[in-house]
Protein backbone atom coordinates (compact mmCIF):
# COMPACT_ATOMS: atom_id res chain seq x y z
CA UNK A 1 0.00 0.00 0.00
CA UNK A 2 2.91 2.45 0.80
CA UNK A 3 4.61 1.79 -2.70
CA UNK A 4 1.32 2.56 -4.25
CA UNK A 5 0.43 5.79 -3.01
CA UNK A 6 4.22 6.70 -3.07
CA UNK A 7 4.16 5.91 -7.03
CA UNK A 8 0.63 7.79 -7.31
CA UNK A 9 2.56 10.76 -5.43
CA UNK A 10 5.56 10.83 -7.68
CA UNK A 11 3.48 10.56 -10.79
CA UNK A 12 1.48 13.81 -9.58
CA UNK A 13 4.48 15.80 -9.34
CA UNK A 14 6.00 14.75 -12.38
CA UNK A 15 2.80 15.27 -14.35
CA UNK A 16 2.74 18.94 -12.45
CA UNK A 17 6.50 19.12 -13.55
CA UNK A 18 5.91 18.29 -17.42
CA UNK A 19 2.94 21.06 -17.31
CA UNK A 20 5.22 23.40 -15.80
CA UNK A 21 8.28 22.84 -18.48
CA UNK A 22 5.37 23.50 -21.34
CA UNK A 23 4.55 26.44 -19.73
CA UNK A 24 2.48 29.54 -21.13
CA UNK A 25 1.69 30.59 -24.46
CA UNK A 26 2.55 33.47 -25.47
CA UNK A 27 0.55 35.20 -28.79
CA UNK A 28 2.49 37.17 -31.23
CA UNK A 29 0.96 40.22 -33.41
CA UNK A 30 2.88 41.68 -36.16
CA UNK A 31 0.23 44.18 -35.43
CA UNK A 32 -2.48 44.84 -32.62
CA UNK A 33 -4.26 47.80 -34.49
CA UNK A 34 -5.76 47.34 -38.30
CA UNK A 35 -7.94 49.20 -40.50
CA UNK A 36 -11.52 47.26 -40.83
CA UNK A 37 -10.92 47.58 -44.61
CA UNK A 38 -12.09 43.83 -45.51
CA UNK A 39 -9.05 43.23 -46.90
CA UNK A 40 -5.95 43.64 -44.29
CA UNK A 41 -4.52 40.23 -42.97
CA UNK A 42 -2.00 39.18 -40.51
CA UNK A 43 -0.10 35.77 -39.60
CA UNK A 44 -1.29 34.27 -36.35
CA UNK A 45 1.92 33.56 -34.05
CA UNK A 46 2.16 31.79 -30.65
CA UNK A 47 5.41 30.74 -29.33
CA UNK A 48 5.96 29.12 -25.65
CA UNK A 49 7.31 30.70 -23.19
CA UNK A 50 9.63 27.58 -22.41
CA UNK A 51 10.81 28.27 -26.06
CA UNK A 52 9.51 26.53 -29.11
CA UNK A 53 6.24 26.37 -30.93
CA UNK A 54 3.69 24.69 -29.13
CA UNK A 55 2.47 21.55 -30.64
CA UNK A 56 -1.57 21.09 -32.07
CA UNK A 57 -1.74 24.61 -31.95
CA UNK A 58 -5.24 26.23 -32.51
CA UNK A 59 -6.98 29.01 -32.56
CA UNK A 60 -10.21 30.71 -32.39
CA UNK A 61 -12.08 34.50 -31.83
CA UNK A 62 -13.60 34.23 -28.70
CA UNK A 63 -14.84 37.79 -29.22
CA UNK A 64 -15.59 39.17 -31.90
CA UNK A 65 -16.80 36.96 -34.11
CA UNK A 66 -18.35 38.84 -37.15
CA UNK A 67 -15.22 41.16 -37.35
CA UNK A 68 -12.87 39.22 -38.53
CA UNK A 69 -12.36 35.60 -40.39
CA UNK A 70 -9.72 32.94 -39.40
CA UNK A 71 -7.96 31.49 -42.13
CA UNK A 72 -6.45 28.70 -41.24
CA UNK A 73 -4.09 26.43 -43.38
CA UNK A 74 -1.50 23.48 -43.14
CA UNK A 75 1.39 25.70 -41.96
CA UNK A 76 0.31 28.63 -40.51
CA UNK A 77 -3.17 30.60 -39.27
CA UNK A 78 -4.17 33.81 -40.46
CA UNK A 79 -6.74 35.92 -39.80
CA UNK A 80 -8.46 38.18 -42.04
CA UNK A 81 -10.44 41.63 -40.74
CA UNK A 82 -14.27 42.45 -41.85
CA UNK A 83 -15.45 46.51 -42.27
CA UNK A 84 -16.66 47.12 -38.80
CA UNK A 85 -14.72 48.32 -36.17
CA UNK A 86 -14.33 46.94 -32.66
CA UNK A 87 -12.17 44.50 -30.52
CA UNK A 88 -11.45 40.88 -31.92
CA UNK A 89 -10.40 38.55 -29.12
CA UNK A 90 -8.21 36.13 -30.18
CA UNK A 91 -7.37 32.47 -28.44
CA UNK A 92 -4.38 30.11 -28.41
CA UNK A 93 -4.54 26.80 -27.33
CA UNK A 94 -2.41 23.67 -27.24
CA UNK A 95 -2.22 20.41 -25.38
CA UNK A 96 -0.84 20.98 -22.43
CA UNK A 97 -0.12 24.37 -21.89
CA UNK A 98 -2.42 26.91 -20.25
CA UNK A 99 -4.48 28.88 -22.64
CA UNK A 100 -3.71 32.38 -24.02
CA UNK A 101 -5.84 35.41 -25.48
CA UNK A 102 -4.88 39.18 -27.09
CA UNK A 103 -6.45 41.90 -28.72
CA UNK A 104 -7.10 42.99 -32.07
CA UNK A 105 -8.59 46.71 -32.70
CA UNK A 106 -10.22 47.34 -36.06
CA UNK A 107 -10.59 50.92 -36.63
CA UNK A 108 -12.78 53.38 -39.33
CA UNK A 109 -11.17 53.07 -42.60
CA UNK A 110 -12.08 56.65 -44.11
CA UNK A 111 -10.59 55.91 -47.51
CA UNK A 112 -13.05 56.94 -50.48
CA UNK A 113 -10.67 56.33 -53.86
CA UNK A 114 -13.31 57.85 -56.33
CA UNK A 115 -14.47 60.28 -54.19
CA UNK A 116 -17.91 59.30 -54.92
CA UNK A 117 -19.02 58.53 -51.13
CA UNK A 118 -19.15 55.38 -50.94
CA UNK A 119 -15.85 54.47 -48.58
CA UNK A 120 -13.68 52.01 -50.34
CA UNK A 121 -14.62 49.31 -47.44
CA UNK A 122 -17.76 48.56 -49.09
CA UNK A 123 -16.53 48.13 -52.61
CA UNK A 124 -16.03 45.29 -53.85
CA UNK A 125 -12.32 45.11 -55.64
CA UNK A 126 -12.16 41.48 -56.07
CA UNK A 127 -13.37 40.42 -59.21
CA UNK A 128 -15.09 37.30 -58.01
CA UNK A 129 -17.12 39.47 -55.10
CA UNK A 130 -18.23 41.64 -58.37
CA UNK A 131 -19.47 38.39 -60.11
CA UNK A 132 -21.12 37.64 -57.33
CA UNK A 133 -22.85 40.23 -56.28
CA UNK A 134 -24.20 40.91 -59.85
CA UNK A 135 -25.17 37.26 -59.80
CA UNK A 136 -27.58 37.36 -56.53
CA UNK A 137 -28.50 41.48 -57.51
CA UNK A 138 -30.45 39.69 -60.50
CA UNK A 139 -31.59 36.80 -59.98
CA UNK A 140 -33.10 38.30 -56.79
CA UNK A 141 -34.77 41.32 -58.38
CA UNK A 142 -36.36 38.71 -61.32
CA UNK A 143 -36.94 35.85 -58.20
CA UNK A 144 -39.70 38.84 -56.79
CA UNK A 145 -41.41 39.11 -60.54
CA UNK A 146 -41.60 35.21 -61.08
CA UNK A 147 -43.07 33.98 -57.52
CA UNK A 148 -46.72 34.69 -56.52
CA UNK A 149 -48.36 37.96 -55.52
CA UNK A 150 -48.75 36.77 -52.25
CA UNK A 151 -45.41 35.74 -51.42
CA UNK A 152 -43.46 38.90 -53.00
CA UNK A 153 -41.87 41.49 -49.97
CA UNK A 154 -44.44 43.83 -48.93
CA UNK A 155 -42.19 46.62 -49.10
CA UNK A 156 -41.80 46.27 -53.17
CA UNK A 157 -43.81 49.29 -54.27
CA UNK A 158 -41.92 50.60 -56.78
CA UNK A 159 -38.91 50.95 -59.09
CA UNK A 160 -36.36 52.15 -56.29
CA UNK A 161 -37.83 49.23 -53.30
CA UNK A 162 -37.21 46.33 -55.74
CA UNK A 163 -33.83 47.79 -56.16
CA UNK A 164 -33.20 48.88 -52.65
CA UNK A 165 -34.52 44.61 -51.45
CA UNK A 166 -32.55 43.30 -54.06
CA UNK A 167 -29.23 45.73 -53.17
CA UNK A 168 -29.62 44.37 -49.76
CA UNK A 169 -30.49 40.96 -50.00
CA UNK A 170 -27.54 40.24 -52.29
CA UNK A 171 -25.18 40.51 -49.46
CA UNK A 172 -27.09 38.80 -46.82
CA UNK A 173 -25.73 35.51 -45.96
CA UNK A 174 -27.57 32.99 -47.88
CA UNK A 175 -28.99 30.45 -45.96
CA UNK A 176 -32.10 28.27 -45.48
CA UNK A 177 -34.03 29.97 -43.30
CA UNK A 178 -33.17 33.51 -45.20
CA UNK A 179 -34.47 31.60 -48.49
CA UNK A 180 -37.61 30.34 -46.40
CA UNK A 181 -38.21 33.81 -45.21
CA UNK A 182 -38.54 35.07 -49.26
CA UNK A 183 -40.44 31.86 -50.09
CA UNK A 184 -37.25 31.04 -52.73
CA UNK A 185 -37.77 27.44 -53.81
CA UNK A 186 -34.79 27.86 -55.90
CA UNK A 187 -31.34 29.31 -55.17
CA UNK A 188 -28.67 29.76 -58.01
CA UNK A 189 -25.48 28.18 -58.01
CA UNK A 190 -23.60 31.20 -57.12
CA UNK A 191 -20.85 32.15 -54.42
CA UNK A 192 -21.86 34.50 -51.59
CA UNK A 193 -20.06 37.75 -51.36
CA UNK A 194 -16.95 37.38 -49.60
CA UNK A 195 -15.84 40.44 -47.87
CA UNK A 196 -18.41 41.02 -46.00
CA UNK A 197 -22.49 40.73 -45.41
CA UNK A 198 -24.97 43.06 -44.92
CA UNK A 199 -25.51 44.24 -41.98
CA UNK A 200 -21.83 43.71 -40.04
CA UNK A 201 -19.96 47.16 -41.67
CA UNK A 202 -19.06 50.04 -40.17
CA UNK A 203 -22.90 51.56 -41.35
CA UNK A 204 -24.75 48.76 -39.92
CA UNK A 205 -27.71 48.59 -41.63
CA UNK A 206 -27.13 52.03 -43.68
CA UNK A 207 -26.53 50.80 -46.83
CA UNK A 208 -27.24 54.06 -49.23
CA UNK A 209 -25.53 57.09 -49.22
CA UNK A 210 -28.35 59.88 -49.21
CA UNK A 211 -26.43 63.26 -49.71
CA UNK A 212 -23.75 64.27 -51.64
CA UNK A 213 -19.87 64.61 -50.66
CA UNK A 214 -16.94 62.32 -50.63
CA UNK A 215 -16.97 60.22 -47.43
CA UNK A 216 -15.75 61.05 -43.81
CA UNK A 217 -15.63 59.53 -40.77
CA UNK A 218 -18.37 61.56 -39.53
CA UNK A 219 -20.72 60.07 -41.99
CA UNK A 220 -20.58 56.50 -40.33
CA UNK A 221 -22.98 58.13 -37.71
CA UNK A 222 -24.25 61.50 -39.05
CA UNK A 223 -26.91 60.05 -41.08
CA UNK A 224 -25.48 60.20 -44.24
CA UNK A 225 -26.56 56.73 -45.24
CA UNK A 226 -29.42 55.17 -44.31
CA UNK A 227 -31.70 51.94 -45.23
CA UNK A 228 -34.04 53.98 -47.71
CA UNK A 229 -33.28 55.93 -50.57
CA UNK A 230 -35.42 57.25 -53.73
CA UNK A 231 -34.76 56.74 -57.25
CA UNK A 232 -32.97 60.10 -57.92
CA UNK A 233 -30.73 59.37 -54.69
CA UNK A 234 -29.86 56.03 -56.19
CA UNK A 235 -28.20 57.57 -59.05
CA UNK A 236 -27.02 60.39 -58.03
CA UNK A 237 -25.18 59.09 -54.96
CA UNK A 238 -24.93 55.64 -54.71
CA UNK A 239 -24.16 55.07 -58.46
CA UNK A 240 -22.14 56.16 -61.67
CA UNK A 241 -22.43 57.05 -65.11
CA UNK A 242 -20.99 54.60 -67.45
CA UNK A 243 -22.95 55.55 -71.14
CA UNK A 244 -25.65 56.15 -72.88
CA UNK A 245 -25.65 53.36 -75.16
CA UNK A 246 -27.43 50.26 -73.76
CA UNK A 247 -25.24 48.19 -75.53
CA UNK A 248 -22.73 49.12 -72.59
CA UNK A 249 -24.63 47.47 -69.83
CA UNK A 250 -23.74 44.64 -67.52
CA UNK A 251 -26.05 42.37 -65.67
CA UNK A 252 -26.48 44.23 -62.52
CA UNK A 253 -26.61 47.67 -64.24
CA UNK A 254 -29.43 50.74 -64.31
CA UNK A 255 -31.08 52.31 -66.66
CA UNK A 256 -32.09 55.59 -65.53
CA UNK A 257 -35.29 57.83 -66.94
CA UNK A 258 -36.45 61.16 -66.14
CA UNK A 259 -40.06 61.68 -66.81
CA UNK A 260 -40.43 65.72 -67.21
CA UNK A 261 -44.26 66.41 -65.54
CA UNK A 262 -44.67 62.81 -63.55
CA UNK A 263 -45.56 62.97 -59.84
CA UNK A 264 -42.42 60.75 -59.42
CA UNK A 265 -40.02 61.71 -62.53
CA UNK A 266 -37.06 59.47 -61.84
CA UNK A 267 -37.72 55.98 -62.63
CA UNK A 268 -35.34 52.94 -62.84
CA UNK A 269 -34.80 49.17 -63.97
CA UNK A 270 -32.04 46.61 -63.70
CA UNK A 271 -30.49 45.40 -66.60
CA UNK A 272 -30.25 41.50 -66.38
CA UNK A 273 -28.78 40.49 -69.30
CA UNK A 274 -29.73 36.71 -69.00
CA UNK A 275 -32.64 35.13 -66.97
CA UNK A 276 -32.01 32.89 -64.25
CA UNK A 277 -35.98 31.43 -65.40
CA UNK A 278 -36.43 31.95 -68.34
CA UNK A 279 -34.56 31.94 -71.68
CA UNK A 280 -33.34 34.42 -73.87
CA UNK A 281 -30.97 37.60 -73.27
CA UNK A 282 -30.66 41.21 -72.69
CA UNK A 283 -33.88 41.33 -70.07
CA UNK A 284 -35.05 44.30 -68.30
CA UNK A 285 -37.31 44.03 -65.33
CA UNK A 286 -39.18 47.44 -63.36
CA UNK A 287 -41.81 47.67 -60.97
CA UNK A 288 -43.91 50.37 -63.28
CA UNK A 289 -44.89 51.98 -59.81
CA UNK A 290 -48.35 53.37 -58.00
CA UNK A 291 -50.61 54.80 -60.68
CA UNK A 292 -53.43 56.82 -59.01
CA UNK A 293 -55.34 54.18 -57.18
CA UNK A 294 -53.62 51.29 -58.69
CA UNK A 295 -50.47 49.71 -57.31
CA UNK A 296 -48.31 48.95 -60.51
CA UNK A 297 -46.77 45.76 -61.26
CA UNK A 298 -43.54 44.45 -61.80
CA UNK A 299 -42.63 43.75 -65.22
CA UNK A 300 -40.36 42.03 -67.61
CA UNK A 301 -38.76 42.78 -71.00
CA UNK A 302 -36.19 42.85 -73.20
CA UNK A 303 -33.89 46.19 -74.03
CA UNK A 304 -35.18 45.01 -78.09
CA UNK A 305 -38.75 45.56 -77.05
CA UNK A 306 -38.20 48.69 -75.28
CA UNK A 307 -36.26 50.48 -77.45
CA UNK A 308 -39.71 50.22 -79.89
CA UNK A 309 -41.86 51.26 -77.40
CA UNK A 310 -44.97 53.36 -78.27
CA UNK A 311 -43.85 56.33 -76.46
CA UNK A 312 -40.28 57.90 -77.34
CA UNK A 313 -39.44 58.98 -74.34
CA UNK A 314 -39.15 55.69 -72.75
CA UNK A 315 -36.82 53.97 -75.19
CA UNK A 316 -33.30 53.52 -73.70
CA UNK A 317 -31.82 55.29 -76.58
CA UNK A 318 -28.87 58.00 -77.02
CA UNK A 319 -31.79 60.13 -78.66
CA UNK A 320 -33.92 60.39 -76.12
CA UNK A 321 -33.22 62.79 -73.59
CA UNK A 322 -35.36 61.25 -71.33
CA UNK A 323 -33.22 58.29 -70.74
CA UNK A 324 -30.21 59.58 -68.05
CA UNK A 325 -28.31 56.45 -69.46
CA UNK A 326 -26.68 53.54 -68.13
CA UNK A 327 -25.53 53.14 -64.23
CA UNK A 328 -22.67 50.74 -62.32
CA UNK A 329 -23.00 50.53 -58.73
CA UNK A 330 -20.06 52.92 -56.84
CA UNK A 331 -19.43 49.49 -54.92
CA UNK A 332 -18.21 47.92 -58.23
CA UNK A 333 -16.65 50.79 -59.24
CA UNK A 334 -13.39 50.03 -61.20
CA UNK A 335 -9.96 52.26 -62.60
CA UNK A 336 -11.00 53.59 -65.84
Known sequence: MFLLCFLASLAIVFAHRTWGNAGKIVIVLDHDILPANGSSSIKLRAESSAGGQPAGLTWRVSNGQNLAELEPSKSEWGLRVGVTPGIVTLAASAPGYQSATAELRLGLDPTDEFGDGTPDFLRLQNEEDRIAFRH????????????????????????????????????????????????????????????????????????FRTRPGAFTPADATNGAFAEFADADSLRRYNAHFVSRDPGAARPGDLFFFRQQ???????????????????????????SGPDGKRPGEIRRVTVTDLQQHPEFNWRPAPQNPAFLGVYRWNILREED
Open 261 to 287: GHRMPFHTMIYLGESSFSQGSNWLIYH
Open 136 to 207: WFAFLAESVYVEDEKDRPAEVDDCAALIRFAYREALRKHDGSWANQWHLEQLPAAPPVRKYEYPHTALGTGL
